[in-house]
Each structure stands twice: as C-alpha cells, then as structure tokens.
C-alpha cells in the first residue's frame, strides 16, 4: 500500500454559536472547506442539568445538504417535520439528508437533563450536488451496535463502519454520494493501516488522545487536531501514543460552486433566496416546539 502524504494539520478552535462555545476545524481563515464536507463542528464535552442546558436546539430548517451527528456521550432526542422522534445514544449516528427541506430538533433528552450528564459529539454538514439538492429529505437513525467493527490484529483497534466501506465490510448508512465514515478506537501501543478509495478526499478528526500518523505525523489533542491527506496513496498507518478517538471522513468531491446561509447550502445566491422564501412558506414542513 502506498500512504497517503499530509496535506495540512490545523488546529480546531473554539467559536461561539449563540449560548454555546464548540469546536470548528473548518471552516476556518486556512480552510474554506474540504469538498464534499462544507463543515465540521465538535461540540462538548457539555455538563448538562437543569440550571445549564445551552445545547437545546428548537426546530429549525436545513436544505440542499445533510446534516450529520456523530454522538460520543450522553443523550439526544431527535424530532424533524418528516414524523420522525428518536433517542439518539452514545456511539449512535443520525444521517439527515435535508433535500428540498427538512425542519428538526435535537438536544438533550428530558432525563438526561434531569439526572444531569455530559453530552459531546461532533456535526458534520456533507454537501449534496446539484441534481440532489431538491430531492425528498430523509433520516437514518444507526445505534452504535449496529454498525459492522473491524479489529486490528493486535486487538488494541477498532474501527466502525458507519457509512461506506473497508475491507469488504459496509456501513449501516446509505448515501447519495461515494463517502466514507469511520469511527476509530484505539488503545494505547494499538497500530492498524486503513485504506480509502484514492479519488475520495480524506481527513481525520481528532476527537481524544495522541496518535501517530504515517510513522511521521503527530496528532495531539489540543493541538493539531485536524488533518488533511492529498489524493496520492491508498490509506494512512495509525499508531495511538494513548487511548485515542479518530472520525476518519472521505468523498468524491463534488467540485461545484457552494453558496451558504445560515441552515442553508445551495449552489447560488438565488437559490438560498429560494430557500428562505419557501421555509417563511411553510414550504419545508412543521414542527411545534416541544
């Protein structure tokens, strides 16, 4: 196998949405996007109670991309205007795919509030081409003992197939454009080499610990938690200095013109126009705050 080389390694800074302060690997100043992710969002660790509960997001609207949650500790509940209500757990993933429109609500569940705990995981925002865009919206909802596991041969790494495929083991999620998405565990001393379509753009997130990349290439939490291969090999070598938590991400790019707004990504300014027009419409459904 030849390995990938490092395109780039960039910090993930805090910003603020509103109440709450998350992580934003991209986009940032350095990094616009990379296609076909438009942005990447880790959120928590967040104690949650009752006296602090910022991460209860009312119903909202979204259109021409997919909306995606990883969720790595505590409790979600999901409603969308589709009719679907769900309790996303840990090491679930729920799959949006926004199409013409969707309106949805997460945040903690009402006894995780109660009980009080820590919610984390990370949002991503995966673009849909211009043919797909306007198509029907749907959700997906995969538990985390749903998806298929591969382990290394030195038992210390595992990796979840969530979307995609590897190693003539497939994901749990269907998509509408080639991707992959893996969850990746590994313990301290664990090494294991993954590979990747090479006409798919791929990156790693960093969620937790150290780990060395391609014998050479440190990723340290904190740190330089994001990175960014070139399309010029067939996979990457992990080697975890401690416990360490990887989202590993790649796609075909999609190489189209983006135009964002707020919940909205569309190829023009006229179609966000659209977009905001139809949602004031009621165009994109309903959903009563809970």
């Given at each position: 196998m030849k390995l990938n080389t490092i395109k780039r390694a960039g910090r993930s800074h805090f910003v603020n949405m509103g109440p709450i302060r998350l992580r934003q690997p991209f986009p940032t100043q350095h990094i616009e996007s990379i296609d076909p992710f438009v942005l990447l969002h880790h959120y928590g660790?967040?104690?949650?109670n009752e006296d602090n509960n910022p991460f209860d997001l009312g119903p909202h609207p979204h259109?021409?991309?997919e909306p995606v949650?990883?969720?790595?500790?505590?409790e979600q509940l999901h409603r969308d205007s589709l009719g679907h209500e769900s309790v996303v757990k840990a090491g679930?993933?729920?799959?949006t795919t926004a199409g013409r429109g969707i309106i949805h609500a997460e945040g903690p569940t009402k006894d995780l509030v109660k009980r009080g705990g820590t919610i984390e995981g990370i949002q991503l925002w995966l673009n849909l081409p211009a043919e797909k865009k306007m198509m029907e919206a749907n959700y997906q909802h995969a538990k985390h003992e749903e998806f298929n596991v591969i382990i290394s041969e030195d038992k210390k790494v595992e990796t979840r197939i969530i979307a995609g495929?590897?190693?003539?083991f497939y994901g749990k999620i269907g998509t509408q454009t080639p991707v992959n998405a893996f969850m990746i565990d590994a313990k301290a001393g664990g090494r294991h080499t993954i590979n990747f379509d090479s006409k798919q753009q791929g990156m790693l997130y960093l969620l937790s610990g150290k780990v060395t990349i391609n014998a050479t290439e440190i990723l340290e939490l904190d740190k330089n938690q994001l990175l960014e291969f070139n399309q010029d090999g067939d996979g990457f070598s992990i080697e975890a200095e401690t416990d360490s938590k990887i989202l590993f991400l790649s796609g075909?790019?999609?190489n189209e013109t983006v135009a964002t707004y707020g919940p909205y990504v569309m190829n023009s300014q006229t179609e966000l126009l659209?977009?905001?027009?139809?949602?004031?419409m009621g165009k994109m459904g309903f959903l009563p705050a809970n």
């Open positions: 660790p967040y104690e949650i259109r021409g991309f949650t990883f969720l790595v500790q505590g679930d993933v729920q799959w495929s590897l190693d003539n075909e790019p999609i659209e977009a905001m027009r139809d949602y004031q």
